[in-house]
């Protein structure tokens, strides 16, 4: 089986830096996308931002040019830095992955994270 954990999540004041992380562990042969998602309190899922095996990126407009995301495929970790953080990025984060997995009747699925909280306030 394959699992995602997630780290990093808390509790930051407006303008402030959080910095989340991702490891996948289990049969891994290989991981495709891996990205980040956030579920506002009331809202829907949205993703944040992700990025392919190969490191291009693809952000939210919300959130460009204050997150960066990053991986090791060495690792199978992906993080999220946050800066500038503001009251509307407050949303429970989740890691997502396309993972290959090395045998089972379907190799290739995608994964979620359990999620961890991110709350901005003064």
């Known amino acids: 089986q394959v699992q995602l954990v997630e780290s990093g999540g808390g509790l930051a004041q407006p303008g402030g830096s959080l910095r989340l992380s991702c490891a996948a562990s289990?049969?891994?042969?290989?991981?495709?996308?891996m990205g980040w998602y956030r579920q506002p309190p009331g809202k829907q899922r949205e993703l944040v931002a992700d990025i392919t095996s190969g490191g291009s990126t693809n952000y939210a407009d919300s959130v460009k040019g204050r997150f960066t995301i990053s991986r090791d495929n060495a690792k199978n970790t992906v993080n999220l830095q946050m800066n500038s953080l503001t009251p509307e990025d407050t949303a429970v984060y989740y890691c997502n992955a396309d993972v290959l997995k090395a045998n089972g009747p379907s190799r290739l699925n995608n994964y979620w994270g359990q999620g961890t909280q991110v709350t901005v306030s003064s």
């Open positions: 289990g049969n891994i042969v290989r991981i495709y996308s």
